[in-house]
């Protein structure tokens, strides 16, 4: 649920619902196909959630233990390395991202090669918020790849199904419009 609700614009988790609507999140997070709208709404239900995925922001814990003024230990990384790190593993990429609370997300969560009960379902949805244009920043191409993705998963062997056509017509559409 708040994975999905996660790319609707405006939407705010209840207060009531926060605590139960932490751990799902979270996994979609660990296995790296939590989008930036994910990890945005989960630091608002548990502002610690993602350390155990990202790992403590240690500049800010640098700030803290040295008497620093925030942000400082950030920007002398910034300065000395440089801020260019095209290596997603690059330690010193990492320490900045997750300073700035800006992690190496996917524009569009790619479930393609899991399997699972639950998984063609989670393809499905995928393919609706590509259709409603709710995956900001992805490139038509990977939009249409989730589409397609996901009418594979319900149409085995060739089979059409008309809601699917249906939503590849609409996202055709809007592209147009």
Known sequence: M???QSHIPGF????????DLHER???VAKDRQATGEM???LREIDPKALDTVYGKDRLAIADAELGLPVGLAAQVIAKVFGTDHRDPDSEIR???QRNAGVFNTPAVPGYADW???HIPAMRSAV??????????GADDDLLESAIERSKRTWMPGGRGLQALEELER????????
Do not use: D, M, W
């Not at 705010?12 to 605590?19: I, N, W």
């Not at 609409?170 to 419009?177: E, F, P, S, Y």
């Open 2 to 4: 708040t994975v999905h």
């Open 25 to 27: 999140p979270v996994k």
């Open 94 to 96: 990492k320490l900045l």
């Open 39 to 41: 990890c945005k709404l």
């Open 127 to 136: 393919a609706c918020f590509c259709a409603a244009g709710l995956f900001h």
């Open 115 to 117: 399997s699972g009960i």
């Open 12 to 19: 705010v988790v209840p207060e009531l619902l926060r605590s």
């Open 170 to 177: 609409n996202l055709r559409a809007k592209r147009a419009a």
